[in-house]
């Protein structure tokens, strides 16, 4: 038995669970954090795109270059505002329920719930 069960048995608490309100303000944070990747990742898309004017002697045709430097940032940006939302989700589940659903194998079982085992 871990230190945190046996002092929970000895005092008849329970230790602290998944479910800890203060995951809500973790999820916030990241949500605010994965807009503002978001938001910093258009101009940075936008930076990327360099439009060169060729002289008239080849036809005044006017190129587009995309700069890699800004391009990957954009990316990586997007794939961290991505990656804050999962984690954003998992905080946002378990600071609302924890697990629903699920009892605790060490309690007895109530009066109108059945055994697990065959009669």
Do not use: C, K, Y
Request: glycine share 10%; no cysteine.
């Amino acid at each position: 038995m871990r230190d945190s069960e046996s002092a929970a048995s000895s005092t008849g608490t329970r230790p602290p669970g998944l479910h800890q309100p203060r995951r809500l303000v973790v999820f916030g944070i990241e949500l605010v954090l994965a807009a503002l990747l978001v938001a910093a990742a258009f101009p940075a898309w936008g930076n990327s795109v360099v439009h060169i004017d060729l002289p008239a002697a080849s036809g005044g045709v006017v190129v587009s270059r995309m700069l890699g430097s800004w391009v990957t940032l954009a990316v990586l940006a997007v794939t961290a505002a991505g990656l804050l939302l999962l984690d954003g989700l998992r905080q946002l589940m378990l600071g609302v329920g924890g697990r629903s659903g699920a009892r605790d194998s060490t309690q007895p079982p109530l009066e109108d719930e059945p055994l697990d085992h065959p009669s």
